[in-house]
């Protein structure tokens, strides 16, 4: 059997994570991967928010370039499967962010430690759970890739509390997820982040500051420009506490089709312009749990690495024998080249994407070992 060609550039991967002893974890990290030529992984915590527990999930970027003008957009997905084949994995979504040389990590999906543990979901055995990631990252080369245009419309002063500013994205069909410039309210630089998720375009607003208690309580409203004026939108967000890792998102200011229907008028040559008001009210020194809710034990976990397991066989993959086809899923090469042949699918029943033999390839790359 002849082996698979081998492709180092791939823009999206996805793997199964076994992590072991999870009773026990604070904080694991999984094996890296190259993807799009940059180092990738995921960080599982456990945190505790307002005397609950939660699982915390992150997608991390190890970015090479550590130039300011360096940001990749990159999305994932995590999938919690169930031992018991009745049960139905539960599925957290991470919107598309955008990675630079500060912001190296994206969460959270947080599960509910009780959730996860609940015997009735099948989720954990022999204190192990599987995890299927998906990651997603934008290639940096297409040349048609999205851009941005920002200008402050009305921003009086550094500490002002009201700020109103346009954010234009061009080429905006092909939106992952794209950057403002930074810009000062109350004395805190903020950026503005546009991404396409789950068929929706969405926002948010993010604080860049190394401090970690609160920092706003932030509004804002959002007009989504139309060449006609019956189509203009306005959503409003009400005051929400913003902080360093707690960003304000609106998830869906207007479907992907109604921005997208040309008599909507929301696209002018490629392009759609947002308008954002936004109000900030420092609280200064005001500490309360949620300030406090993401601190980790310092500890050290004394946990084994999660591993990377091949769905067919159940073993652990070895790093230079692991094999993709064109939906994203991983195996091990033996595994995924005999069963392409026998079924032209992808093996992981909720996929079953068509498959061809020469299309079984060797992931040629990406493990960088972790042991730091
Ligand atoms: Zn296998
Ligand atoms: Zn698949």
């Known amino acids: 059997m002849a082996a698979p060609d081998s492709v180092s550039i791939v823009s999206q991967v996805s793997f199964r994570l076994k992590v072991q002893n999870v009773s026990q974890l604070k904080e694991v990290t999984s094996p890296k991967f190259v993807i799009q030529d940059i180092p990738w992984y995921v960080r599982l915590t456990k945190t505790v928010e307002e005397a609950e527990e939660f699982l915390a999930i992150y997608l991390c970027c190890e970015n090479k370039d550590k130039s300011p003008e360096w ?28 990675f630079d040389r500060i912001m190296t990590s994206s969460g959270c999906s947080s599960i509910c430690w009780a959730d996860l543990f609940d015997a009735a979901n099948h989720y954990v055995k022999n204190d192990a759970i599987d995890l299927e990631v998906s990651i997603t990252v934008a290639d940096p080369n297409d040349e048609y890739k999205s851009d941005s245009i920002f200008d402050a419309i009305d921003n009086c002063c550094d500490s002002g509390r009201v700020g109103t500013f346009r954010l234009t994205v061009n ?41 970690d208690e609160i920092i706003c309580n932030v509004s804002a409203s959002v007009k989504i420009s ?10 409003k967000i009400e005051a929400k506490q913003v902080q360093r890792k707690d960003g304000l998102v609106m998830e869906r200011l207007i479907t992907w089709d109604d921005l997208m229907r040309p008599q909507n008028g929301h696209i002018d040559n490629g392009s759609v312009t947002l308008e954002i008001e936004i109000n900030a009210e420092r609280r ?12 980790i034990s310092n500890e050290s ?72």
């Open 284 to 295: 200064l020194g005001v500490a309360t749990p949620c300030a406090r809710k993401r601190q």
């Open 171 to 211: 080429n905006i069909e092909n939106l992952m997820a794209i950057r403002s410039s930074q810009f000062m309210l109350r004395d805190v630089p903020w950026y503005l982040t546009v991404f396409k998720h789950s068929s929706h375009l969405g926002l948010r607003l993010d604080a860049r500051d190394s401090s």
């Open 71 to 98: 940001t990749q957009p990159a999305a994932a997905s995590f999938k919690l499967l169930p031992f018991n084949g009745n049960s139905t994995a539960k599925e957290y979504h991470l919107e598309p962010n955008v």
């Open 301 to 372: 976990a004394q946990i084994k690495m999660p591993r990377m397991e091949c769905p067919i066989c159940n073993d652990a993959i070895e790093i230079h024998n692991i094999s993709f086809i064109p939906c994203g899923h991983t195996f091990c090469t033996p595994c995924i080249t005999n069963s392409v042949r026998d079924r032209k699918a992808c093996p992981i029943v909720a996929c079953s994407a068509k498959v061809q033999p020469r299309q079984v390839k060797l992931l040629r790359l990406p493990i960088v070992s972790n042991s730091e």
């Open 226 to 235: 139309s060449l006609n004026e019956q189509f203009q939108r306005v959503q």
